[in-house]
């Protein structure tokens, strides 16, 4: 039980002051395509992902410690070319990130680090494997606007478990590797 006071006494007043918690949105550009593009003679299959957007839930500790957990959506689309004509579905994918933070000192603009794992589930679409695990690496700045916080950070995915998407009798296989850029804005 004392141990459960102590922390609350250490953990809770940073927790409450004003900037310590911030919910917002996060959303953002892929660098290159999602999944590897499969040809074979008469066949050309490729995955393809435009956006990503979601809530965000940020905890600033002092230091320039602090962590954030985001709910990000990638919407898919299959294209699927034959002999006969093309055709093109659609799917998207969950992806959870728990990033670990570090700011470096500043006034308006922190620069900062962030890593943690990432847990992701393919939807919409029949898969080999649609929950993988992996990790994330991200650079950017914590901008402070007044009432707001920007935070424009370029995000490195790293997937450990290879998730395939099946489309009819194929199997397009995601990339291990993604690069996103992301522009956060917490209150």
């Known amino acids: 039980m004392r141990s459960v006071l102590l922390w609350t006494a250490i953990v809770a007043p940073p927790l409450l002051h004003a900037d310590a918690l ?4 996060r959303g953002g550009l892929p660098f290159g395509d999602a999944f590897r593009a499969a040809e074979t003679g008469r066949l050309k299959l490729r995955g393809q992902n435009r956006f990503l957007v979601g809530p965000t839930l940020e905890v600033r500790l002092p230091a320039g410690f602090g962590f954030s957990i985001d709910a990000l959506y990638r919407r898919y689309r299959f294209d699927r070319q ?10 998207g994918q969950w992806e959870f990130p728990f990033l670990f933070r570090y700011r470096f000192s500043g006034v308006r603009v922190r620069p900062f680090l962030a890593a943690g794992p990432t847990l992701q589930r393919l939807t919409g679409v029949t898969s080999v494997r649609n929950q993988t695990v992996g990790m994330t690496l991200g650079a950017g700045f914590d901008i402070r606007t007044g009432f707001a916080y920007l935070t424009p950070e370029l995000r490195y995915s790293r997937r450990f478990q290879d998730p395939s998407a099946k489309l009819l009798t194929n199997l ?13 804005l917490t209150f």
């Open 22 to 25: 911030s919910v917002g949105f």
């Open 172 to 184: 397009l296989k995601a990339n291990d590797n993604q690069f996103d850029f992301v522009v956060g």
């Open 82 to 91: 034959t002999d006969t004509g093309s055709t093109s579905s659609g799917g």
